[in-house]
C-alpha cells in the first residue's frame, strides 16, 4: 500500500486501537490542521480503497460529527495500490480556472490582432470564423470573441466601420 506522510501518520494513530475516534482527535493526534484532515481522512475513509470506516455520510467529511475507526475487513485483491490524497480545495480550482480564463483572453486577442493586421478591413461574421479557426488548443465561444472584440475596441486596436457597423477596420 503506497500513502502519502500525513495518510501514514493519520494510520498510525489507529494501530491496535478498536474503539472509534473523532475528527478532532485523529487531527490532535496527527498535529494537522482541520483543511488538511478533511483531506486525510477523506482518502483514507471514502475513497476507493476504505481503510477506515467512519460513521455518517459515505462521501462527506463532517468534522463534528463523524467518528473514525479501522475498517478490519478490509481487502484488496492487488498486491500494491495506492491511496491517493483528495483534492478538496474548491478555492484552488476556482483560481486555476480564472487562470486559464485570462490565458485563453490574451490568446484571442492575439489572434484577433494578427488576423486584423494582415487583413486591415474585416466582416464581423468572417473574423468571429477565422479566429475560431486559428486557435488550436481550445475552442472559443463566439460570446467571448465579441467581448474580447469590444476590449480590443476600447483599447483603440480596432474601429467599426462608419458606414458599415459590422466591418472592423484595424488602427495602425
Known amino acids: 500500500m503506497s500513502v502519502s506522510a500525513f495518510q501514514a501518520v493519520a494510520l498510525t494513530a489507529f494501530h491496535e486501537r478498536l474503539e472509534p475516534l473523532r475528527f478532532r482527535e485523529v487531527c490532535d493526534q496527527v498535529g494537522i490542521d482541520i483543511a488538511t484532515g478533511k483531506r486525510v481522512l477523506h482518502s483514507l475513509a471514502c475513497g476507493k480503497h476504505r481503510v477506515l470506516s467512519k ?11 463523524d467518528h473514525f475507526q479501522a475498517h478490519l475487513g478490509f481487502y484488496s485483491k492487488l498486491k500494491r495500490f495506492a491511496i491517493p490524497m483528495s483534492c478538496l480545495d474548491d478555492e484552488r480550482k476556482k483560481k486555476i480556472n480564472v487562470e486559464v480564463q485570462q490565458q485563453r483572453g490574451f490568446a484571442i486577442d492575439a ?4 488576423i486584423m493586421k494582415a487583413r486591415k478591413r474585416f466582416g464581423h461574421q468572417e ?4 479566429v475560431i479557426h486559428q486557435i488550436q488548443n481550445f475552442k472559443p465561444e ?8 469590444e476590449g480590443l475596441i476600447e483599447r483603440e486596436y480596432l474601429q467599426r466601420d462608419e458606414s458599415n457597423p459590422t466591418v472592423y477596420v484595424y488602427l495602425p
Do not use: A, M
Open 127 to 130: 473574423l468571429l470564423g477565422e
Open 142 to 149: 463566439s460570446k467571448l470573441v465579441r467581448q474580447r472584440i
Open 111 to 114: 489572434t484577433l490582432v494578427r
Open 55 to 65: 460513521s455518517g455520510h459515505n462521501r462527506s467529511i463532517n468534522p463534528v460529527t
